[in-house]
C-alpha cells in the first residue's frame, strides 16, 4: 500500500532528529556539561556532581598546599636570616683587639672580640681591673657592626667585648631565631669575664641592638652580675616581632600566615615563643637601671617595642629617643648626642664622675 505524505514527512523528520542527536557509545549518553548513565528501566543516574566534587578537592588541596609552603618558606626566611652586609673596615683595626671564645651556658662554641681599654694614667679608671661593657650584635648582623660602639666605649676608660649570637659570624651553632637562645651566649660572655683579671666583674654591663637587646635583657634578668643595661630598638614580644619579620621578607597580607608561620617556627625551634618574654624579664631588672633607645624617622623591628618593654620594667629607667637614623653606629660612627646619652649612663652605673 503506497505511504501518505504525511507518513513519509514523519520519517524524514524522524530521521533528521537522529542525525542531529548527541552521539552515543553503549548505553552511556555524552551530554554536554555531565555524564549520564541510561539504566534498564529507562532511568537516568547523572554522575556530573561527582565530577564537580572531584574538581573542588583538587583546587582547596591545591590551596592548602600553596598556603602551607608559603608559610613555611616565611618560617625559614625568620630561621635562617640573611648575610650580613660587607663593612668597609675590619675588627683588626680596633688597637689591641683580640679574637677570643668560650662556651655558651648550653655549650656552643661562642667566638668574640676582646677590646681592652688604656685609661690614662692618673685617671680613675687606671686600674688592673676595669668596667667592661658586653655588646649585643642584632639578628642577622655580626660583631663588626658594633665597632663604632666599641671604639666609643674604650676610648671612655671601659674594656670591650663583641660577641657574635650562635650561627652568625665566628660563632657555632645554629641561629636561634629572635633570640630564644642568645641570652645562653651573653651568660657565658659573662662567665668568660669572670675569668680575665682584667675586669672588674662588680662593674659589667650589657647593650644590645634589636635582637640583641632582647637577649640583653633576658640575660641580665636571670644574672645579677649585670650592673645595668642598654636596649637600643629593643623587641618586646617575639610573637610581634615574627609579624614584622614576615610584613618585611613578603609582601603579602600577614594575617593570613602568621599563626601558620608561628606554628613552623616553634616546631622547628622545640619551644613556643611565648615562653620567652624581654617584656617579663624586663620587670625583673630592678633595681639595676634601664635605657632604652629608640630612633625617630624610621620603623621599628616592633612598632611600640621600646614604649612596651619600658613600661614593664621598674625604676631606674629612661627612654631616650634619638634624631638619628636607627642604624646610627652600625658599621658607622655614632653621634655626639648618642656618646654623650651612652657614656652618662655607662659612667653613672659604674658609680663614676660625670
Do not use: C
Request: proline share 7%; charged share 20%; aromatic share 6%.
Amino acid at each position: 500500500m503506497p505511504r501518505s505524505l504525511t507518513s513519509h514527512t514523519s520519517d524524514r523528520l524522524a530521521s533528521g532528529h537522529a542525525e542531529n542527536a548527541e552521539p552515543t557509545t553503549g548505553d552511556r549518553t555524552l551530554g554536554l556539561g555531565y555524564a549520564s548513565v541510561t539504566g534498564g528501566d529507562g532511568g537516568i543516574v547523572t554522575t556530573g556532581w561527582k565530577v564537580g566534587i572531584g574538581t573542588v578537592v583538587v583546587v582547596v588541596t591545591m590551596t592548602v598546599a600553596m598556603w602551607f609552603t608559603i608559610a613555611y618558606i616565611s618560617a625559614d626566611a625568620i630561621l635562617n636570616p640573611s648575610p650580613p652586609r660587607e663593612l668597609p673596615f675590619l675588627a683588626e683595626q680596633m688597637f689591641q683587639a683580640q679574637a677570643v671564645e668560650f662556651p655558651a651556658r648550653d655549650g656552643v662554641r661562642i667566638g668574640a672580640l676582646w677590646v681592652p681599654t688604656v685609661a690614662p694614667a692618673g685617671s680613675e679608671l687606671a686600674q688592673t681591673k676595669r668596667p667592661t661593657v658586653i655588646l649585643l650584635h642584632g639578628y642577622g648582623q655580626t660583631r663588626d657592626v658594633l665597632l663604632p660602639q666599641a671604639e666609643l666605649i674604650v676610648n671612655a676608660g671601659f674594656n670591650a667585648l663583641i660577641i657574635d649570637f650562635r650561627g652568625h659570624g665566628t660563632s657555632a651553632g645554629e641561629v636561634a631565631a629572635l633570640g630564644t637562645l642568645d641570652a645562653h651566649d651573653v651568660l657565658g660572655a659573662m662567665d668568660y669575664l669572670n675569668t680575665r683579671p682584667d675586669v672588674d666583674t662588680s662593674r659589667i654591663g650589657l647593650q644590645g641592638i634589636s635582637m640583641g637587646a632582647a637577649a640583653g635583657v633576658i640575660a641580665a634578668a636571670q644574672d645579677l652580675r649585670v650592673r645595668g643595661v642598654i636596649a637600643e630598638e629593643p623587641v618586646s614580644s617575639l610573637h610581634d616581632a615574627v609579624w614584622t619579620a614576615y610584613r618585611d621578607r613578603l609582601s603579602l597580607p600577614a594575617f593570613l600566615f602568621r599563626d601558620v608561620t608561628l606554628w613552623l617556627v616553634e616546631r622547628r625551634l622545640g619551644q613556643p615563643l611565648s615562653e620567652v618574654s624581654p617584656t617579663e624579664a624586663a620587670a625583673r631588672l630592678t633595681p639595676r637601671p634601664l635605657l632604652v633607645i629608640d630612633h625617630a624617622d624610621e620603623a621599628p623591628v616592633e612598632p611600640g617595642g621600646a614604649e612596651r618593654l619600658l613600661n614593664a620594667a621598674g625604676d631606674p629607667k629612661e627612654l631616650w629617643v634619638s634624631p638619628v637614623y636607627k642604624n646610627e653606629g652600625q658599621g658607622s660612627p655614632v653621634s655626639p648626642a648618642y656618646a654623650t646619652r651612652v657614656l652618662g649612663f655607662w659612667r653613672a652605673t659604674f658609680g663614676l664622675q660625670p
